[in-house]
């Protein structure tokens, strides 16, 4: 029973996909293409772990038996250490954006579907397909970004010695 309620609620949201999308166009390998995007972007952005153990380990000196935290030492501003690991968020948005102009040229190819969109009531109906799906996966994309900040700020905020964080870290992301 379970199986078949989540077959049909994947069914569903692709239907849904399908209203969205130019007639012809698969949305079963845009919607793969952009869950393997979103994960590429997530594998670069995780260069931020790097940054951090570097930064981390220049908080400690190693006497030969164990580490030791410098007295007064401070750790790297988290907005440093971020630097630009979200950066492959921020160009598979921009690349999804692109995408609106092949929905278009999609409706100019083939069976020249461009006429028939123009004849219909709904005159909006062209640009509601073209730009729908690459504007909900520029959100998803940027939703996912944030989160995935959040997440690194989470560790920083964790893992770095407490009298070793410069106060207003949140602060700091914001300029």
Known sequence: M????????????M????DFAPPGIGTDRELSGFIGGLM??????????KNYAEARALLYYDPGTKRVLIEGAVMTDFSILLGDS???????????LSVVVW????????SKSIYLMKRLPNRWEIHKRAWTLPLLAVVVTLAAAFVVMLFYYWIYMVAT???????????NIWR
């Open 40 to 49: 590429g972007a997530w594998v670069l952005s995780l260069r931020f772990f």
């Open 15 to 18: 239907k849904f996909l399908d």
């Open 86 to 96: 979200l950066i492959s968020f921020k160009v598979f948005a921009v690349f999804f």
């Open 103 to 110: 929905h278009y040229l999609c409706y100019r190819q083939g």
């Open 2 to 13: 379970q199986e078949i309620n989540n077959r049909s609620l994947k069914d569903r949201f």
């Open 161 to 171: 010695p407490k009298q070793c964080i410069a106060p207003g870290q949140w602060q």
